[in-house]
Structures are given as C-alpha cells and as structure tokens.
C-alpha cells in the first residue's frame, strides 16, 4: 500500500534546541517539534510503516503536555549544518514511577517512596506501541550507528540534567544491532510487556473456530455467539475510514471506560488523537463500531498496512459487555473483516492476555533497554533491574508458545 508522507502541508521552520558532537565527530541536533525535520527525510530514514510522520504529528499535538517529544538527528562528521543525516530518533520524556511494573502488593509498601521513586526519564522510541531508529543508508552498520547515537544520547540526557534514558519497546529485530551495547555494559535489557499476533492463514472465522482454539473454549464461544446470534434486536457492525468529531467524543468515552480499569495507567488517549488521525490517514484508518438497541455498545480503533490489521484501542460499554459478550463479538467481526478484506495478520496490544491465550494468539517479543548515567548505578541496573521487569507481573505469558523469546 503506499501512503503519502503529509496530508497537510508541512512548514519546516522550527530550530534546532541543542546542537552537539559526539566522541566520534558526528554531529547532532536535537528539536522539540516535528516541524524541523523534513518529512522526505523521515520517510527515507524510517520503513515503511503506519505510524508515520503523520502519526508522529498526531501525537505531538495530542500528547506534547503530557510526554514532551524531541527528535535527534545524527549526521555524519563535518560541518552540522551541511553533513549528511545518518539517523532520526524520536524521543519523548516522562515523569516515571519506578514502581509501577512491581507487584501490587510491593508497590502499595513503597507507596511512601513515590516522592523518591519517581524520575524524569528520556524515553527512546515512540509514545505508543514498538519503537524504531530511523536509518537514513540501509548500507550503514546499525550496531555503528546505534553505538554513534548513544554517545549523543549521553550528552544530551547530561544537559537536561536526565539520569536514566530507555529504549522502550524496541522489536525483536533490533536485538543483533543492540547487543554490542549490552555486553559493553552501556545497556540491560530487560523483556517488555509483548503484543500478539495471530497469522490469519485460515479460509473463514469458522475454520479458525474449528481448528485453533482448545476444546473448552471452542464450546464456550460457539455457545456465545449462539447466544448473540439469537438476540430480538442483533449487533450490528459499521466500519469507518475517520469520525466526525461527536463520533469521536462517543468513541472515546467507551474507551476511557477500559483504558482507566485497573491501578496501572499509561498512555490515555484524548478524543482528538482518534479525530484527527482519522482526518490524516484515512487510508490506513479503520473505526468498527458495534451498536444495539440503537446506541454504541463497543469501539474498536485499527489500522491497516502491508496486509495486517492492527487492533489497537478498545472501547466498551462495560454495562452490556458481558451479557453481550463483546470483546469475542469484536474479535470475530475483525477478523471476519480482515479475511474478507484479504488480510494475512492480526495484531493486538499487550495486556488482557488471558482471552489472549485461549484464543491461541502467540507473543510479539518486545524490549526495554535501560541505561544510568552514573556507572556505579548502572552496574546495579544490569543486576537488580531483571527483578522488576513487566513480564514478571504476568504469569501467564510463560504459557504463549513462543514465550522463551521473550
């Protein structure tokens, strides 16, 4: 599929807010709006993907008082302002409670501690889901390169005053141009909460009923449907390619009802963040929108590239999700839609891994890789963080099939 890198015409006028160069002679800028990078420049920096520049506008203007972004450029040795751009990072701060990965339990005895416990860290990679560095030369050693960004990394987390600086949720696919950093000690990684999958290589919904999930759950869902199915007033499915701004507002309220269950929050999105994304990337964007009864029962925002679909967001009527058993009628409706559609994968974000797993999903690996500005710190990260990474908080990812490339 292609997609055009700016729906809206961009004006590149914003300065850099630091300027630096590294150990090795590369230079660096540092900017804190999208604005000072050429969009051609990130499409050639960054794959193809459907988190874009556009995206990334999105979320800067959605999200910039809650994660302040900035965006390093690393260039290659000469003068700053003329020398070829090796790499594109978007980065992002965040004020981060070191407890929340712990469990409940644990983190409620140092809840006295918080004050204490919580940190202005720099965030490497993207405010939402997996991250990437953008590497202008596919030619180019991404260990080099990586290894080059770092020591900007250093200066630049040393000027904010930042002491510890995160890849966050980093694909599995880095882990080769990210290991010379781990075993130099620079780095710990550490496994992240993962996202599933599930390869849509099945003829229909029914075949996959048949073949894929265990016998019990295959009854309980049969039963479930049979339940929908027999309703006086059935469920009915609208697909959208963008909302209108009280469509938004409606979505969103749904979705703040499950996006704030629980003590953990981390990213929430606002109703504009599903508004305008819908404006800007119409191609790639897709709203299912359940209703019965004539009201909105359950909202599901995707996307779709390179032939998979991406269930990201969801959003319920916690009053009607159970009797109507709405998150397995969201499930089969997508994945009835992605067949349909021609699609060949379905992905979803982490957490609520227990349907997850009885509907015979399989892990997407994803990394952290945490580094202290201070040596003596660091030395205890790589020994004491493994302790306290998310995957120990969820038991029943070691069930996943492909759990041991966590």
Same mark, same amino acid.
């Given at each position: 599929?292609?997609?055009?890198?700016?729906?809206?015409?961009?004006?590149?006028?914003?300065?850099?807010?630091?300027?630096?160069?590294?150990?090795?002679?590369?230079?660096?800028? +540092?900017?804190?709006?999208?604005?000072?990078?050429?969009?051609?420049?990130?499409?050639?920096?960054?794959?193809?993907?459907?988190?874009?520049?556009?995206?990334?506008?999105?979320?800067?203007?959605?999200?910039?008082?809650?994660?302040?972004?900035?965006?390093?450029?690393?260039?290659?040795?000469?003068?700053?302002?003329?020398?070829?751009?090796?790499?594109?990072?978007?980065?992002?701060? +965040?004020?981060?409670?070191?407890?929340?990965?712990?469990?409940?339990?644990?983190?409620?005895?140092?809840?006295?501690?918080?004050?204490?416990?919580?940190?202005?860290?720099?965030?490497?990679?993207?405010? +939402?889901?997996?991250?990437?560095?953008?590497?202008?030369?596919?030619?180019?050693?991404?260990?080099?390169?990586?290894? $080059?960004?770092?020591?900007?990394?250093? =200066?630049?987390?040393?000027?904010?005053?930042?002491?510890?600086?995160?890849?966050?949720?980093?694909?599995?696919?880095?882990?080769?141009?990210?290991?010379?950093?781990?075993?130099?000690?620079?780095?710990?990684?550490?496994?992240?909460?993962?996202?599933? *999958?599930?390869?849509?290589?099945?003829? #229909?919904?029914? $075949?996959?009923?048949?073949? @894929?999930?265990?016998? #019990?759950?295959?009854?309980?869902?049969?039963?479930?449907?049979? !339940? =929908?199915?027999?309703?006086?007033?059935? =469920?009915?499915?609208?697909?959208?390619?963008?909302?209108?701004?009280? $469509?938004?507002?409606?979505?969103?309220?749904?979705? !703040?009802?499950?996006?704030?269950?629980?003590?953990?929050?981390?990213?929430?999105?606002?109703?504009?963040?599903?508004?305008?994304?819908?404006?800007?990337?119409?191609?790639?964007?897709?709203?299912?929108?359940?209703?019965? *009864?004539?009201?909105?029962?359950?909202?599901?925002?995707?996307?779709?590239?390179? *032939?998979?679909?991406?269930?990201?967001?969801?959003? /319920?009527?916690?009053?009607?999700?159970?009797?109507?058993? /709405?998150?397995?009628?969201?499930?089969?409706?997508?994945?009835?839609?992605?067949?349909?559609?021609?699609?060949?994968?379905?992905?979803?974000?982490?957490?609520?891994? !227990?349907?997850?797993?009885?509907? @015979?999903?399989?892990? +997407?690996?994803?990394?952290?890789?945490?580094?202290?500005?201070?040596?003596?710190?660091?030395?205890? /990260?790589?020994?004491?963080?493994?302790?306290?990474?998310?995957?120990?908080? $969820?038991?029943?990812?070691?069930?996943?099939?492909?759990?041991?490339?966590?």
């Amino acid at each position: 599929m292609s997609v055009s890198v700016a729906s809206d015409p961009i004006t590149v006028t914003s300065a850099p807010v630091f300027t630096g160069r590294t150990r090795g002679g590369s230079g660096f800028e +540092v900017f804190d709006r999208l604005a000072g990078i050429d969009p051609i420049l990130w499409q050639t920096a960054f794959p193809p993907s459907w988190k874009d520049y556009r995206y990334f506008q999105t979320l800067e203007e959605t999200f910039a008082d809650q994660f302040p972004p900035r965006y390093l450029v690393l260039r290659e040795a000469g003068p700053t302002e003329t020398a070829a751009v090796r790499a594109v990072l978007p980065m992002f701060f +965040v004020e981060q409670d070191l407890t929340v990965s712990l469990a409940a339990g644990l983190r409620a005895l140092l809840r006295p501690l918080r004050p204490w416990l919580t940190l202005r860290l720099l965030m490497l990679g993207c405010i +939402v889901g997996d991250g990437q560095v953008g590497i202008t030369d596919p030619a180019d050693d991404p260990a080099a390169v990586l290894a $080059e960004l770092d020591d900007a990394l250093e =200066i630049f987390a040393r000027r904010e005053g930042v002491s510890i600086r995160l890849f966050k949720d980093m694909p599995e696919s880095y882990r080769p141009a990210l290991a010379p950093l781990v075993a130099r000690g620079r780095y710990t990684r550490l496994p992240s909460l993962p996202a599933v *999958g599930l390869p849509l290589d099945f003829a #229909s919904f029914d $075949e996959y009923l048949n073949t @894929r999930p265990g016998k #019990s759950t295959r009854k309980s869902l049969r039963r479930k449907f049979r !339940e =929908i199915d027999a309703l006086a007033e059935l =469920i009915t499915l609208e697909v959208k390619h963008r909302v209108t701004a009280d $469509e938004a507002t409606e979505l969103h309220a749904l979705y !703040e009802r499950v996006a704030l269950r629980g003590d953990v929050h981390f990213e929430v999105f606002s109703a504009d963040y599903f508004l305008k994304l819908g404006e800007r990337m119409p191609e790639t964007t897709r709203y299912f929108i359940w209703r019965h *009864g004539g009201r909105v029962v359950a909202f599901s925002f995707c996307t779709v590239h390179d *032939g998979a679909i991406y269930d990201n967001d969801l959003g /319920l009527d916690t009053a009607a999700a159970a009797p109507l058993h /709405l998150y397995h009628v969201t499930f089969r409706d997508i994945v009835r839609w992605a067949l349909a559609h021609g699609l060949t994968r379905y992905y979803s974000s982490p957490f609520n891994y !227990e349907p997850k797993l009885r509907l @015979r999903m399989d892990v +997407v690996p994803l990394d952290l890789y945490a580094r202290h500005t201070s040596p003596l710190v660091n030395w205890l /990260l790589r020994r004491f963080a493994p302790l306290a990474a998310p995957t120990r908080q $969820e038991p029943l990812l070691a069930q996943f099939p492909s759990a041991g490339r966590l």
